[in-house]
Structure formats: C-alpha cells, structure tokens
C-alpha cells in the first residue's frame, strides 16, 4: 500500500527567538506550499507561539518535542498535552532517546506520555531505537520489541491511526553515522512485521515507520528509497532549511 512520506524537524535544544522565527520563514517559503510529503517541525518550547504564527496557513506543521502525562498542576517546569494543543501543535514526539537516555523517562512512563498525547488529540511520533552496545550485543530487535510493546500495549489499531513510528538508532543521532540503507530497512521491516503480530496486517501495512539519525540532503534518497522507511526525523540538518527542503524532496512524490 501506498503511504505518504512524513519528515519531521527536530530543532532539540537549538536557536533563539529570533533564529528560530527566520528558521520557520524560510521553512515555510521552501516547503509551505510542498504537496506529496508532510512536513513537521518540533521547535523548543518558547518558540512554538511564533514559529506557529509564521507556518500559519501553510502546509508545515508544527510539534512539541516533549509533555508530561498530567493535565495540570503542581509540576514545576513541564508542560501539559492541553497546553500543547492550545498554541497549535498538532503533533509530539514521545520516548525521544535524549529523553529516554539524557532524562531518565523508562518504557513505562513513555507509554503514560503516549497515552495522554493520544486521549487529548496529538498526533504522536513514537521514537525506538538501540544503542550501539545493544546492537553489539545482537539485542537490536529484543529492545525495539519492548519499546513498541510497552508503549503500545492496550491501544487498538484504530486508536493508534494517527501514529508514526520514527526508529533512531542512538548511535546513529548527532554521530554522523548514518544507518546504512540496509540497516535501516531490516530494522524498519522488522517494526512492520512485529506490528503485523501485535495490531494486525492492515495497520502494519499503513503505519509510517521514518528513520532518524544524522540525516542530511546528501544521504536521504538512499534511505528514502527503501520500501519501508517512510521518512525522516532530522535533528542537525533540520537547522538548515535548505538541507531540510533537499530531505523532504528527496523521494519523489
Ligand atoms: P541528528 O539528525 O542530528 O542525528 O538527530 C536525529 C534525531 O535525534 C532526530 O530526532
């Protein structure tokens, strides 16, 4: 089946307002009007009002790079899902390495964040990935299938429609060292066939599966043309918008 290329920016911890702000113009003159890819950018938090104020009307999308799974409170310092929706995003990332590695968030609080993203109308990318010593340890398809199953357990096929899978190999992320085209796609066709287990064919069939980790405009045709990787989560190369327009166009629609 045929299923939409989604690239998406994470622009982590970089920029400040007023780069953030020119990062969004010129995102949107090169991609506002791109028809054929969904295009998704995950600013800091300060900056999502304004970079949404620029993509307004335009086809680029905007996320948040992170919640926290309560709908208000005491919790000095984090940000709800309502919160999120409420200045325009349309889309999170949940289980992020950097907030699994860096933060301490585990399977189980990864999955609370899915959870919430999903029951207040976000659009969830839910991030796997192994690290290097784990794929060392030939364990890369052990730990993906903890990943996707704590997360996912108890969601319905049809309540995960909206989900993407971004699969980022952690040491492949800020390394330079990009997933080989074929390491990609045996780790993108196992999540499929994992999934066709667990929520069925047609779900499988239909959930876009990006890969993430050192992408750039010189390396995404490559990846891009794999039968199962759908798109791309770019972190570096997302902070050039030139890049970042070469990797949304670099599978012809
Ligand atoms: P890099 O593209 O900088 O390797 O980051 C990938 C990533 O973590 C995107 O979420």
């Known amino acids: 089946m045929a299923r939409s290329v989604v690239v998406g920016g994470n622009w982590k911890m970089h920029l400040e307002l007023d780069s953030a702000v ?37 086809r680029v999308a905007i996320g948040a790079q992170d919640l926290w ?8 310092g984090a940000v ?66 903890r990943q996707l199953d704590t997360a996912l357990a108890g969601h319905t096929a049809a309540a995960l429609a909206s989900l993407v899978i971004a699969y980022e190999p952690v040491w492949a992320i800020g390394t330079g060292q990009v997933a080989t085209p074929a390491q990609a796609q045996e780790a993108h066709a196992w999540i499929r066939d994992h999934l066709r287990g667990t929520h069925g064919a047609a779900f499988a069939d239909a959930v876009r ?36 327009a070469a990797i949304v166009r670099a599978r012809a629609a």
């Not at 799974?69 to 000095?76: I, L, V």
């Not at 309502?82 to 907030?99: A, D, N, P, Q, T």
């Not at 899915?114 to 207040?120: F, N, S, Y």
């Open 22 to 58: 020119a990062l969004a113009s010129d995102v949107r003159n090169r991609l506002g009007s791109q028809r054929g890819a969904e295009v998704i950018v995950f600013p800091p938090f300060p900056f999502l009002v304004p970079v949404a104020e620029r993509l307004r009307e335009s």
């Open 69 to 76: 799974p309560e709908a208000k409170g005491a919790f000095t």
């Open 80 to 145: 709800s899902a309502s919160m999120l929706r409420s200045v325009g995003c349309e889309w999170v990332l949940i289980g992020h390495s950097e907030r699994r590695h860096v933060f301490g968030d585990d399977d189980a609080l990864v999955a609370r964040k899915l959870t919430v993203a999903m029951a207040e109308g976000l659009k969830p990318v839910l991030c796997v990935g192994e690290r290097l010593e784990e794929r060392q340890a030939g364990r890369t398809f052990e730990v993906l299938g």
């Open 209 to 244: 599966i990006q890969y993430g980790g050192s992408v750039k405009g010189s390396n995404a045709a490559g990846l891009l043309s794999q039968p199962d990787i759908d798109g791309a989560l770019v972190g570096g190369a997302s902070l050039q918008a030139d890049d970042f």
